[in-house]
Every structure is written in C-alpha cells, then in structure tokens.
C-alpha cells in the first residue's frame, strides 16, 4: 500500500520561507491529481493548493495566492509547496494528499475527494 510522506516543516520567523516536499512509499504510486491541505490547531482541515497529474494546472487557495506555489516532479514522483512571506496565520500540520478517480476541478477543496493521505508536517511561523 501506498504512503504519503512529507518532510521540510520546522519553526521560521513571518516572512521567511519554507519548502514542504512529498514522496509516496510503498505499492505503486500513480501520477494522480495531488493537493496540499494544512490544518491549523482548534480549525477545520482546509485546502492550501492543488496540481494537476500533469502537472499543467494548478490551484491555489485566496489566502495563500501569491506567496505559495506547488509543484510535481512527475519522474521522481515528488511533490513540492514552496512557501514564501509565511504569516503566524500559516501556523498549522501540512498534508500531502492525492486525489481519487475521476477527479473534477471543482473537487480541489474537498477532502472527501482525496484518496491518499499523508501523516503530516508541523509548520511553525512565529511572529
């Protein structure tokens, strides 16, 4: 079976930066729809930013529009979130998922449509 597992998280300071990276483990991993979901303490799990299989289209929650960007390395089947001028309101676990088929754009934020998730890594952003 697979596993997700991300690596990268720590404690910064707002406006430094910090890049979350995925790899699946285990089974055998296919190029799906991918996302990253954070959760923050005493909140609902929410949606951070998506890509495509291909790794053409991409999509970003408004609170993080600007600052983060996602991307894959479909040959080495990693996933990444690049996250520059973090904010204390960044503060939360980062989860790398993978979407289930078929999959529709409209689906980005909703975590019923995610097959895959990963254990979570902690980002801390002080103030």
């Known amino acids: 079976q697979v596993h997700l597992v991300e690596s990268g998280g720590g404690l910064v300071q707002a406006g430094d930066s910090l890049r979350l990276s995925c790899a699946p483990s285990?089974?055998?991993?296919?190029?799906?729809?991918m996302a990253w979901f954070r959760q923050a303490p005493g909140k609902e799990r929410e949606f951070v930013a998506g890509v495509s299989s291909s790794g053409s289209v991409t999509n970003y929650a408004d609170s993080v529009k600007g600052r983060f960007t996602i991307s894959r390395d479909i040959a080495k089947k990693m996933l990444y979130l690049q996250m520059n001028s973090l904010e204390p309101e960044d503060t939360a676990v980062y989860y790398c998922?993978?979407?289930?088929?078929?999959?529709?754009?409209?689906?980005?934020?909703?975590?019923?449509?995610?097959?895959?998730w990963g254990q979570g890594t902690q980002v801390d952003v002080s103030s």
């Open positions: 998922t993978s979407y289930r088929l078929p999959f529709s754009v409209t689906q980005w934020a909703d975590p019923t449509a995610v097959d895959l």
């Open positions: 285990g089974g055998t991993f296919r190029t799906y729809p």
